[in-house]
């Protein structure tokens, strides 16, 4: 599997790394989304329709030759501009992520390639519920189904579990909080694991079987899909709370990030 510096990884088939072509874009923008989290917008010199769960190969060449490539995950709905988001986060022994952080720069231009990835992928036609559960960085493919949900105007009902240290962690927090006043049919629940939760609806805890088979509740039935991203302990979680609750294997996809 790639190593994704602070997303989620995939692993890359053959078809589609070589079919996919290396391009130049510039920053068009930078927000800081987290303490440890920023959000690079890229113009695309080259744009490409994606499907939400998809990610980029990202590619820099030091003066000297050197060359690091990391895979980060597409934020941004397919539905958008020519203009995509990658949330990275800041790895202290990390070669990419610390030049995203401390030297990147709007303007400066970047090599990368994709959309890449044919397996964690949010489902063409989505009518049945569907449950999404991440951790930290691994909420950014999460979103790029959430947010192409939300751009299709699709009513599907949907859930999204979501672990982080502490209320300031949480990627996404405003958006995702103003989609559920928005929308009935989308609940999101916080596992915050190192301060008390702000929301009487969110959990103080580490994400156990339990949990997963609470939030499963608040949909109308048993998902027909269950995407779980994150690092490899908590995914194993994860997943295996789903199939406690009752639910096939089949039904349940999976990105690992980190070592």
Same mark, same amino acid.
């Given at each position: 599997?790639?190593? @994704?510096?602070?997303?989620?990884?995939?692993?890359?088939?053959?078809?589609?790394?070589?079919?996919? *072509?290396?391009?130049?874009?510039?920053?068009?923008?930078?927000?800081?989304?987290? +303490?440890?989290?920023?959000?690079?917008?890229?113009?695309?010199?080259? +744009?490409?329709?994606?499907?939400?769960?998809?990610?980029?190969?990202?590619?820099?060449?030091?003066?000297? &030759?050197? %060359?690091?490539?990391?895979?980060?995950?597409?934020?941004?709905?397919?539905?958008?501009?020519? %203009?995509?988001?990658?949330?990275?986060?800041?790895? !202290?022994?990390?070669? %990419?992520?610390?030049?995203?952080?401390?030297?990147?720069?709007?303007?400066?231009?970047?090599?990368? @390639?994709?959309?890449?990835?044919?397996?964690?992928?949010?489902?063409?036609?989505?009518?049945?519920?569907?449950?999404?559960?991440?951790?930290?960085?691994?909420?950014?493919?999460?979103?790029?189904?959430?947010?192409?949900?939300?751009?299709?105007?699709?009513?599907?009902?949907?859930?999204?579990?979501?672990?982080?240290?502490?209320?300031?962690?949480?990627?996404?927090?405003?958006?995702?909080?103003?989609?559920?006043?928005?929308?009935?049919?989308?609940?999101?629940?916080?596992?915050?694991?190192?301060?008390?939760?702000?929301?009487?609806?969110?959990?103080?805890?580490?994400?156990?079987?339990?949990?997963?088979?609470?939030?499963?509740?608040?949909?109308? @039935?048993? !998902?027909?899909?269950?995407? *779980?991203?994150?690092?490899?302990?908590?995914?194993?979680?994860?997943?295996?709370?789903?199939?406690?609750? &009752?639910?096939?294997?089949?039904?349940?996809?999976?990105?690992?990030?980190?070592?």
């Amino acid at each position: 599997m790639a190593i @994704r510096g602070a997303s989620s990884a995939t692993p890359m088939t053959e078809g589609n790394a070589r079919s996919a *072509v290396w391009q130049t874009c510039a920053i068009a923008k930078i927000i800081q989304q987290t +303490p440890s989290i920023k959000s690079f917008f890229l113009r695309l010199s080259e +744009p490409f329709a994606h499907i939400a769960g998809q990610h980029v190969d990202v590619r820099l060449t030091a003066p000297d &030759g050197y %060359v690091a490539m990391r895979s980060y995950s597409i934020a941004s709905s397919p539905s958008a501009s020519n %203009v995509i988001e990658l949330a990275i986060e800041r790895l !202290p022994d990390g070669e %990419v992520s610390p030049f995203f952080h401390d030297i990147a720069a709007v303007d400066d231009e970047i090599e990368l @390639r994709g959309p890449l990835g044919g397996h964690f992928l949010w489902p063409e036609r989505a009518t049945a519920p569907i449950l999404l559960i991440g951790a930290g960085s691994g909420a950014v493919p999460l979103m790029a189904m959430i947010r192409q949900r939300h751009a299709l105007a699709q009513a599907v009902p949907t859930a999204l579990l979501l672990s982080s240290q502490t209320q300031r962690d949480v990627l996404f927090a405003d958006e995702l909080l103003s989609l559920e006043m928005a929308d009935p049919t989308f609940k999101l629940a916080l596992a915050i694991t190192r301060e008390t939760p702000k929301r009487a609806t969110d959990l103080a805890r580490r994400i156990d079987s339990v949990m997963v088979a609470e939030v499963i509740a608040w949909l109308p @039935r048993m !998902p027909a899909h269950v995407f *779980v991203c994150g690092s490899n302990p908590f995914v194993n979680i994860a997943a295996d709370g789903a199939l406690m609750a &009752g639910l096939d294997a089949a039904v349940i996809k999976t990105e690992r990030y980190g070592g």
